[in-house]
């Protein structure tokens, strides 16, 4: 089963754009530093799906070179699936380009991957699940 998780947002400031979302009404929560990424992320929940907002630590990250040639916004749309090393292994058969072949550790300890955008029609797209409790 697919669903959204999150919606990927890069922004210059965590701290201005969790601003603009608490203004709207909505918490802000899980702020933590995904080191591999350079990344400090935090949260926006939003019913079944969240928004995450993305701010790099630094400059030669994915999202400093992001911010850098396209400024803030949309960085990636995030796909929650049941189960992700299956989903991997049926992309990599199908020919299907990833930007990192292998599962890694990300915010809140979820697994994940990054599909390229040359394989989804423009869009990156990140296949997540949640770690099994106990792993």
Do not use: W
């Not at 699936?81 to 930007?99: F, P, Y």
């Amino acid at each position: 089963m697919f669903s959204i998780d999150h919606l990927g947002i890069a922004v210059k400031s965590l701290q201005q754009a969790a601003e603009f979302y608490r203004r709207l009404g909505l918490a802000v929560v899980g702020e933590e530093t995904v080191e591999q990424e350079k990344v400090r992320v935090a949260m926006v929940p939003l019913g079944e799906s969240r928004i995450e907002l993305l701010e790099a630590t630094q400059a030669d990250s994915p999202i400093g070179k992001f911010l850098a040639k396209r400024g803030e916004g949309l960085h990636h749309v995030a796909l929650r699936v049941d189960d992700l090393a299956g989903t991997v292994e049926q992309l990599k058969k199908s020919g299907v380009r990833l930007v990192n072949e292998e599962i890694q550790i990300g915010a809140g300890g979820h697994l994940y991957v990054f599909v390229h955008p040359s394989s989804t029609g423009g869009v990156l797209l990140e296949l997540c699940e949640e770690q099994p409790e106990g792993a």
